[in-house]
């Protein structure tokens, strides 16, 4: 009898272990590669949900960019990443990259701070506006990166892009590239401080170029003015007009309802978790919710509606 008990308590004790095993929901967030600020601020943003939610398992993957995530979007499931809106438009309408169709099922959560774009080149090596890169070698972004493309544009803009000779690197090869003098600089689409172009200025005396308000004007109803304040990087003393990007967190319509308000609402209960992971994101603002260019998932909209935040009727 005694040694009856002992089995069934045994056998009680593995089918809860297997049970609590079984309630883990594991989740995937793609996000940037690993040595770039969105990088880091998914690891504060899958420690802030994993807090609130000690049975959701969010494993942070790296990725060569933006239309990475989207593009897998398609066939992934338990899945979120992070994108700048401009490109999920793209993908709900099947235009420009994404003419295959098949992210109908893609769905908004929360925002993130928005990409800032730099231009950065060596002091030494003479560059000082973005017309001067013609006829340089010059890293417009990590390949397959957002960055990488607004940089084209923006080249293009200035009438230059067939003029720049650009070098195609990992974005995490730029800084030794631009030291062995390989590049004369390289763009990074992070926020400030942007890790890279605080590695660089450590080590070498580096220039970030400006964009012009003429130039801006012919990007404008793309990209929102953003200033990089004077002192952000070591040896640069003025102010840097630049352009931003709001960037979100989305996931597709099939992730369970119950699992997305779970992570919505863990996310945004645990700020000072999530605000640790860099300065950038004690400045994230709920409001952004509303201009992140898809529906939001019912899981999300369930929780604004909760608590009473005003949404716009295109996103919900």
Not at 16 to 26: N, P, S
Not at 70 to 86: D, G
Not at 126 to 149: N, S, Y
């Amino acid at each position: 009898m005694k040694k009856l008990i002992v089995l069934t308590a045994a056998a009680l004790i593995v089918a809860a272990m297997a049970t609590q095993g079984l309630a883990e929901t594991r989740i995937a967030l793609k996000s940037a590669r690993q040595a770039s600020t969105y990088y880091a601020f998914s690891v504060g943003v899958a420690n802030g949900i994993m807090k609130g939610a000690p049975d959701v398992k969010v494993t942070v993957e790296s990725s060569p960019g933006s239309m990475v995530n989207v593009k897998e979007s398609r066939k992934r499931s338990n899945y979120i990443f992070t994108s700048p809106p401009i490109l999920i438009k793209s993908a709900l309408a099947g235009k420009g990259k994404f003419k295959e169709g098949g992210y109908d099922q893609i769905r908004s959560l929360w925002p993130l701070p928005g990409l800032v774009m730099h231009w950065v080149v060596t002091e030494q090596s003479g560059v000082k506006t973005l017309q001067d890169l013609a006829g340089k070698k010059f890293i417009p972004g990590g390949a397959g990166t957002a960055g990488a493309r607004f940089t084209k544009g923006i080249l293009k803009a200035e009438g230059i892009l067939d003029k720049v000779d650009l070098i195609t690197v990992d974005l995490g090869e730029g800084v030794q590239a631009v030291k062995n003098r390989r590049a004369v600089g390289f763009s990074t689409s992070s926020s400030p401080p942007a890790a890279l172009v605080t590695e660089i200025s450590a080590t070498l005396p580096i220039r970030l170029l400006e964009l012009s308000d003429e130039t801006y004007a012919k990007v404008s109803k793309k990209f929102a003015r953003y200033v990089i304040p004077a002192g952000t990087y070591k040896g640069v003393d003025k102010d840097t007009k630049t352009i931003s990007l709001l960037v979100g967190v989305y996931t597709k319509a099939d992730m369970p309802e119950d699992v997305v308000y779970n992570i919505t609402k863990s996310f945004w209960e645990n700020r000072p978790v999530w605000e640790k992971a860099h300065p950038a994101m004690a400045l994230l603002k709920m409001e952004g919710v509303n201009s992140l260019g898809a529906k939001l998932h019912p899981g999300a909209l369930k929780y604004y509606k909760e608590i009473g935040f005003k949404l716009d009727d295109a996103v919900k």
